[in-house]
């Protein structure tokens, strides 16, 4: 079966009455998790972007007290396990402040966590490539921002 496109899905949307979109809405929900978050995201957090952006930043947070230190392999995994979790809050927001906030944020407590980046290749390259998302982020940007996002970016070099 070949998905429609998202235009002609939006035309059949506009269609339907209100009852059966919102069926649809739950039955999407109901099947994937992430469909579940976009949905609490768009109905419950849109609307107040900065508690959003601090809740996620409390979820890095806690899981940053869980990372395993034990092994430069286990901290690995756990860091790209936090990356991978705030790359999935990020992909929810519509706001491109958001991005490099939580990105930065990341790479701050990545810096202050302790764990020695610099011995092990996979993890300076991934802090690496979190600084070059950061500033392709901050290019899209309005120039004030610019600024401030540049002025934090400088402090994790």
Do not use: W
């Not at 739950?26 to 978050?37: G, H, P």
């Not at 869980?66 to 929810?92: D, F, P, Q, V």
């Not at 092990?120 to 802090?127: D, K, R, V």
Request: proline share 2%.
């Amino acid at each position: 079966m070949k998905a429609a496109t998202l235009n002609e899905l939006k035309k059949e949307l506009l269609e339907l009455p209100q009852q059966n979109v919102v069926e649809l809405c739950l039955r999407l929900a109901k099947f994937k998790k992430e469909s579940k978050e976009l949905l609490t995201y768009l109905l419950f957090e849109a609307h107040d972007e900065q508690a959003y952006v601090q809740g996620v930043k409390q979820e890095i947070d806690s899981q940053f007290e869980y990372i395993n230190t034990s092994t430069m392999y286990l901290a690995k995994k756990s860091l790209r396990k936090i990356l991978r979790i705030t790359n999935k809050y990020i992909k929810y927001s519509d706001s491109d402040q958001t991005a490099p906030e939580l990105l930065i944020y990341f790479c701050l407590k990545l810096k202050a966590s302790g764990i020695p980046v610099n011995k092990s290749t996979a993890l300076s390259n991934l802090y690496e490539m979190q600084l070059k998302k950061i500033n392709k982020y901050i290019d899209g940007l309005h120039e004030d921002y610019q600024y401030d996002f540049r002025q934090e970016v400088e402090t994790l070099r």
